[in-house]
């Protein structure tokens, strides 16, 4: 049985070689060190000032539309090369989260077992971060996945992998919580309230802490955020724009992971069809039952319609 899927795919392998579809999966540039060697045919500018790239994501349960952010423009350039030499077509979303995200664009996916665990395959090359504190996690934010900062402590991303926010929505009471440094206000309020000056709040934190109220104590250090920034000239907050603030509170997404991943793009059409993708059911690897494939085409179009698209999405 196995001998006889892999005799499957050898062939499926030779005749997309022989038909003109170039996968780039393995490389051999320098000598076969794993790395991609880029196509320098692949035009990776519009035709002509006056348009832009806009991408459309095809799967089973709709199409997506995205527009790539131009400040980021290795992230963009490298997209395009791959989805112009059709490098995502037939590719899986191999990891799906409702109310987070849906991810894709592992090469191992094109002809994978159903019960094979995915997520490992890469292109042979990372890309430079290109993280920026405008471009956040809402839903639909289009986003490189990446190794963990333990063994990638410079956040470069994968040079294939990317994932599609979807997210949930927030309270703006939840949202300045999560962007709370918990362990740096208690650090500084333990400091502020060994001062005599301060003895009201010693006396009424201690009090807290005999009656085991935790929750009071913890609302309380909230409370004197902005005493503790003045007086030891910390920043206690990691602080959401208006604009974060409004998209977060309405459309959703995850803002924890802002300034961690580079957001390179954001679908500006098809946000049912996330959902659509993220509600479906999954294995303990959080894999899709059913495959869901997808392809990826880019067309030129006039800036005036990216531009329209971004400004709806409140960008």
């Given at each position: 049985m196995n001998i006889e899927k892999n005799t499957k795919k050898k062939l499926i392998n030779y005749l997309l070689i022989i038909s003109g579809l170039t996968l780039f999966l393995a490389g051999c540039k320098n000598g076969?060190?794993?790395?991609?060697?880029?196509?320098?045919?692949?035009?990776?500018?519009?035709?002509?000032?006056?348009?832009?790239?806009?991408?459309?994501?095809?799967?089973d349960y709709g199409d997506m539309k995205a527009v790539l952010f131009k400040d980021t423009p290795l992230h963009r350039e490298n997209f395009v090369t791959l989805v112009k030499q059709h490098y995502y077509d037939s590719l899986l979303f191999h990891r799906v989260m409702k109310n987070f995200m849906i991810q894709g664009g592992d090469p191992d996916s094109r002809f994978a077992d159903d019960e094979e665990d995915l997520g490992r395959g890469e292109i042979g090359y990372t890309i430079d971060s290109?993280?920026?504190?405008?471009?956040?996690?809402?839903?639909g934010a289009l986003a490189m996945a990446r190794k963990g900062d333990d063994v990638n402590p410079e956040r470069a991303s994968s040079g294939c992998q990317f994932y599609i926010v979807d997210g949930r929505g927030w309270n703006k009471d939840d949202l300045i919580d999560?962007?709370?440094?918990?362990?740096?206000?208690?650090?500084?309020?333990?400091?502020?309230?060994?001062?005599?000056?301060?003895?009201?709040?010693?006396?009424?934190?201690?009090?807290?802490?005999?009656n085991g109220d935790q929750q009071g104590q913890k609302r309380l250090m909230r409370k004197c955020i902005p005493m503790v920034e003045k007086k030891y000239e910390v920043s206690l907050i990691n602080r959401l724009s208006s604009k974060q603030l409004e998209a977060y509170t309405t459309v959703g997404g995850a803002p924890f992971l802002d300034e961690k991943y580079t957001v390179f793009g954001q679908v500006v059409e098809g946000l049912e069809v996330i959902d659509k993708i993220a509600t479906q059911k999954v294995n303990r690897r959080n894999r899709p039952l059913e495959n869901i494939k997808m392809s990826i085409t880019i067309e030129e179009v006039p800036k005036t319609q990216t531009k329209n698209y971004l400004k709806q999405m409140g960008l």
């Open positions: 076969g060190d794993g790395d991609w060697e880029r196509n320098k045919k692949v035009e990776v500018e519009p035709t002509s000032e006056d348009l832009d790239f806009l991408v459309t994501i095809t799967t290109e993280i920026m504190k405008t471009h956040y996690h809402r839903k999560s962007r709370i440094d918990h362990l740096k206000l208690y650090k500084y309020f333990e400091m502020m309230i060994q001062e005599p000056e301060y003895k009201k709040i010693t006396t009424a934190y201690q009090t807290m802490g005999s």
